[in-house]
Nanobody
Framework: QVQLVESGGGSVQAGGSLRLSCAAS????????MGWFRQDPGKEREGVGI????????SYADSVKGRFTISRDNAKNTLYLQMDSLKPEDTAMYYC??????????????????WGQGTQVTVSS
């Protein structure tokens, strides 16, 4: 079992920045896949970025490439999503997720077994 606890989020104006954190606990092997997803009401959950934990480079959705950055503090077992140059269309509930199902890491939300509680990000124009 992997437990994920998110923090961060909030409301900002367009062009602003926010940082989300996702602290992992429980069974966390040396390498596994994690991802950041977001969801608007009535829409499917979409992947924002995914990463294989253990020193691998993240991948990003085209919609956030160059604006969002995934990083990790190994000592704290915490994943971060730095969001810069935010746009109103980035408004959504954001979730971190993890899967122990191996790699390559998937963009499919259905393949992720463990989820954080979600945190709201609202960007006003």
């Amino acid at each position: 079992q992997v437990q994920l606890v998110e923090s961060g989020g909030g409301s900002v104006q367009a062009g602003g920045s926010l940082r989300l954190s996702c602290a992992a606990s429980g069974y966390t092997p040396s390498t596994y896949c994690m991802g950041w997803f977001r969801q608007d009401p009535g829409k499917e959950r979409e992947g924002v970025g995914i990463i294989r934990i253990g020193g691998y480079s993240p991948s990003y959705a085209d919609s956030v490439k160059g604006r969002f950055t995934i990083s990790r503090d190994n000592a704290k077992n915490t994943l971060y999503l730095q969001m810069d140059s935010l746009k109103p269309e980035d408004t959504a509930m954001y979730y971190c997720a993890a899967t122990l199902r191996g790699w390559p890491c998937t963009w499919s939300a259905n393949e992720y077994n463990y989820w954080g509680q979600g945190t709201q990000v609202t960007v006003s124009s």
